[in-house]
C-alpha cells in the first residue's frame, strides 16, 4: 500500500529524529533484556545454589510424609520406579534417600542427629555431596562406613577413623542400632545442616532401621528447572495419590517468598528505565509534531482523511520502534550469551559471604529466550502506546489554523 | 483597458460555482470580537480569474478559508456548485475538499520526501484513482506546468517557482472546480511570479479552469479579470477587468 511506502520514505526525511527514536528504542530493549537475563539468571543460579544444599528441584514421598516425618512413612522405592520417572523428559536423575532420627555417640558425647541414608553416586548428582567433602573419602555404595557434617563432628569431638554409635528407632518399631567408622567430613553452607547430618550409604541405613527397599524421599533432578511445575504435574500424573510431589517452592516457601520480593525491587529498577525510554521517544514524537505541523495541516486540507493520518503516524511509529527493537535484540543475544559464558564475578566482601555459605560469587546471565520476546515486547507496546500521541495531534488539527500559509 | 460591474443576473445559474450568502466570520466573539469577514456576497462564476486583494489583515485569508471548507462563517452560507458545504459536517468536508476544491499555499508546502511526480499524484491516490489514469493526468499536467523533465525532482531540489509550479498541478491533479491559492507569488521573485502567472492564465483561458487568488502584488492584479478588493472584512469594490489584449 502507497501509506506504508511513504511512512517508509518520511523515516529517512528526518534521519537524526529517526536515529535518535531508533537509539532510543535499542538501547531500552538492549539494557531491559541484559537486565532481565541478569535478573533470571542470578535468581536461576540462587535457587540452584540453594536446591543444592539438601532438597533438590523436586522431592517425592508418600502422602503425608512432609507433615510427619516419620521412617513409617517411607515408601516402596525400587528400580521400576524409577525407571518409569525416567520416562519423563524433563527428569534426568532420582536419588532416594532414607532420612529419620536417632542419637549418635563417640565416647566422649551423644547428641541427636539427621540420620541420610544416601546411594553415593545419585546423591552426588542431585546435591554435589562429593564437593562438600573436606577430609577423609566420599562414600561408596557397599559402604558400611558414615560420613559427618563438619558441626556435628565437633560437637560430638569425633574425627575421621574414629567410631560412632547410632541409636534410634527403625521401621516398624524396631529397633536399630549400629556402629561406624568416620570415613570423612562434609561441609554445609547452611548451620542448620551443618551441625546435625551424618550420611550412611543407602543399604547399610537399610540395615540399621530395618527398612529394605523404603526411602522416605526421592529427590528429582531436572534438565530445565524453568519447567518446574510442568515436571510436578508430569510426576503427580504418573504416580498417582498415594505419593506427593513437592517442588523446592512447596518444600522452602520463605526462600521463595524471598526472591519473590527481589524480583519485585528488580521491576521498579526496570520500571525506571521504560520511563527514561518513554520520554526519550516522546521527546522525539514531540519535536516531530512541532516541525511537520504544517504538512499535517496541509495534508488535511486537501482532503486526506484524517484516520489516513492517523494510520501513517502509526505506521511510522511502528517502524521506527520495531527496527529499534529487533536492533535491540538482535546485539543483546551476543552480550547476553558473552555474560552467560563469561558470568560476572563478584570480589571482596559479598564473594567471602557467598563463600561461606557454599556457593560462588557468580551471576551467569539466562538465556531463556522468554525473557527476549517479553522486553522486547513491552518496549514495543510503549512505543505503540506512546505513537498515540502523534494520533492526536492529528485528530485535534484544525487546517485553517494550523496552515502557515 | 476598460472596467466594468460584474453583473451576476446574466449569468446561468449553473455558471455559479461559488456563492456567499451574506456571510461572517467573527474571532474572539467573547473578549474583543475582531470581524475578520463582516456580510460578504459573493458570486464567482465557472472559468472566472479572480484576484482577492485588499491590505494584510483585511480577510483575505478567512475569506478563502472559508470558501475553501477549512473554515465556517458564523452567520451565512456557503453553496458550492450548488452543495451548501455550510451544512456539512468535518469529516464530509476533507471528503468534499479532496474532489471539488484545489489548493495552492504561500509557501508551496510539497512533501518534501516525494518527487515532484508523487506530490501531484498524491492527491489522486487519495481519491483512489488507478495507476493508469494517474500516470497519464501527470504527463498531461506536468506538461503544461512545462516541467516535464524534473518529475523526478524531490521539492528540495526545485527552485521557488517551480515548487510553486508544482503545487498548481497537485492543485489541478484532482480536477476540481477551482483552485484556491493564497498569496501564490508572495515567496517568489517577480520573473517566477510572472511565469507562474502565464501557466495559470493559460490553463484557465484554455480549460476555462476557475482561478482564485490572493494578492497585493500590483503586477500579479494586473492579470487579473475581476478584482474583488476586501477592507477591514468587507467587499470594498468589485470590478470586472476587459482585458482587450486576450484573444476572446
Ligand atoms: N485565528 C485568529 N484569531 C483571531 N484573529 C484572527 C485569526 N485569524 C485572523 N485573525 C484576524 O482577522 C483579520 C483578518 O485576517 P486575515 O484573514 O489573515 O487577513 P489577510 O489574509 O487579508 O491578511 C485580522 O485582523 C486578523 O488579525
Ligand atoms: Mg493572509
Redesign the pocket.
Known amino acids: 500500500m502507497w501509506l506504508i511506502g511513504l511512512a517508509w520514505k518520511n523515516l529517512w526525511r528526518n534521519k537524526t529524529r529517526t536515529a535518535i527514536t531508533m537509539s532510543a528504542v535499542f538501547f531500552a530493549v538492549l539494557l531491559s533484556v541484559f537486565a532481565g537475563s541478569l535478573k533470571s539468571g542470578i535468581f536461576g543460579n540462587m535457587i540452584k545454589n540453594v536446591v543444592s544444599f539438601y532438597t533438590g528441584y523436586i522431592q517425592i514421598h508418600k502422602k503425608g510424609y512432609w507433615n510427619e516425618q516419620v521412617l513409617d512413612n517411607g515408601m516402596i522405592c525400587d528400580s521400576a520406579l524409577e525407571h518409569r520417572l525416567l520416562q519423563i523428559p524433563n527428569v534426568t536423575g532420582l536419588a532416594p534417600r532414607l532420612e529419620t532420627f536417632g542419637l549418635i555417640a563417640t565416647n566422649k558425647s551423644t547428641k541427636g542427629c539427621l540420620v541420610a541414608g544416601v546411594d553415593p553416586e545419585k546423591e552426588n548428582e542431585v546435591t554435589s555431596l562429593k564437593k562438600k567433602l573436606i577430609r577423609g573419602q566420599y562414600l561408596n555404595f557397599n559402604d558400611t562406613e558414615a560420613l559427618l557434617s563438619e558441626g556435628l563432628a565437633e560437637r560430638i569431638k569425633a574425627r575421621t577413623g574414629d567410631t560412632i554409635y547410632i541409636i534410634g528407632q527403625g521401621y516398624h518399631g524396631a529397633t536399630a542400632a549400629g556402629r561406624y567408622r568416620v570415613k570423612g567430613i562434609v561441609k554445609f553452607g547452611s548451620p542448620e545442616l551443618n551441625n546435625q547430618t551424618m550420611f550412611l550409604s543407602l543399604p547399610a541405613a537399610s540395615e540399621l532401621f530395618s527398612a529394605e527397599g523404603i526411602a522416605t524421599s526421592l529427590v528429582v533432578s531436572l534438565r530445565n528447572p524453568d519447567l518446574l511445575d510442568e515436571t510436578v504435574r508430569a510426576l503427580e500424573q504418573k504416580l498417582g495419590s498415594e505419593t506427593e510431589v513437592m517442588s523446592w517452592e512447596a518444600i522452602m516457601p520463605d526462600v521463595k517468598q524471598h526472591i519473590e520480593t527481589d524480583s519485585n525491587n528488580m521491576k521498579y529498577v526496570q520500571g525506571i528505565l521504560y520511563m527514561l525510554v518513554s520520554f526519550g521517544i516522546f521527546g522525539t514524537f514531540l519535536m516531530m509534531m512541532v516541525e511537520r505541523k504544517n504538512e499535517l495541516a496541509m495534508l488535511i486540507a486537501i482532503g486526506m482523511k484524517k484516520s489516513k493520518l492517523c494510520l501513517l503516524m502509526v505506521i511510522e511509529s511502528v517502524f521506527t520502534v520495531l527496527g529499534g527493537c529487533i536492533m535491540g535484540i538482535l546485539v543483546s543475544i551476543p552480550l547476553v550469551w558473552y555474560f552467560n559464558q563469561k558470568p560476572l564475578r563478584l570480589g571482596g566482601e559479598i564473594a567471602k559471604v557467598y563463600e561461606k555459605f557454599g556457593f560462588e560469587a557468580i551471576f551467569p546471565t539466562s538465556l531463556s529466550p522468554d525473557n527476549f520476546v517479553f522486553q522486547g515486547i513491552t518496549v514495543l507496546a510503549i512505543g505503540l502506546l506512546l505513537s498515540l500521541y502523534p494520533v492526536y495531534k492529528v485528530i485535534n488539527t484544525d487546517p485553517a ?1 494550523s496552515l502557515k500559509r | 483597458m476598460k472596467t466594468s460591474k460584474p453583473d451576476s443576473a446574466t449569468a446561468a445559474k449553473s455558471d455559479v460555482v461559488i456563492d456567499t450568502h451574506n456571510i461572517s466570520r467573527v ?2 466573539p467573547d473578549t474583543i470580537p ?1 470581524y ?2 463582516r456580510n460578504v456576497h459573493l458570486h464567482i462564476k465557472r472559468g472566472e480569474f479572480t484576484a482577492l486583494v ?10 478563502l ?1 472559508l470558501i475553501g471548507g477549512l473554515d465556517k462563517p458564523d452567520q451565512g452560507r456557503i453553496l458550492i456548485n450548488g452543495t451548501e458545504i455550510t451544512a456539512l459536517s468535518a469529516g464530509e468536508l476533507i471528503e468534499f475538499r479532496l474532489y471539488n476544491i484545489g489548493f495552492v499555499f504561500q509557501s508551496f508546502n510539497l512533501i518534501p520526501v516525494l518527487t515532484a511526480g508523487e506530490n501531484a499524484e498524491f492527491i489522486m491516490l487519495l481519491q483512489g484513482k488507478s495507476k493508469k489514469e494517474r500516470d497519464a493526468r501527470m504527463k498531461q499536467l506536468f506538461r503544461e506546468i512545462d516541467m516535464e523533465d524534473k518529475m523526478d525532482r524531490r521539492p528540495g531540489e526545485l527552485s521557488g517557482g517551480q515548487q510553486q509550479r508544482v503545487a498548481v498541478a497537485r492543485a489541478l491533479a484532482s480536477k476540481p472546480q477551482f483552485i484556491l491559492a ?1 498569496e501564490p507569488t508572495a515567496n517568489l521573485d517577480s520573473k517566477s511570479a510572472s511565469n507562474l502567472l502565464d501557466i495559470m492564465d493559460k490553463m484557465n483561458r484554455e480549460e476555462n479552469i476557475t482561478f482564485i487568488f ?1 494578492t497585493h502584488d500590483q503586477r500579479v492584479i494586473e492579470r487579473a479579470r475581476r478584482v474583488i478588493t ?1 477592507v477591514d ?1 468587507e467587499v470594498a469594490s468589485d470590478t470586472n477587468v476587459i482585458d482587450t489584449s486576450a484573444p476572446h
Open positions: 489554523t | 474571532y474572539n475582531v475578520a469577514i485588499g491590505p494584510s489583515g483585511s480577510g483575505k485569508t478567512t475569506l478559508n493564497d490572493s476586501l472584512g
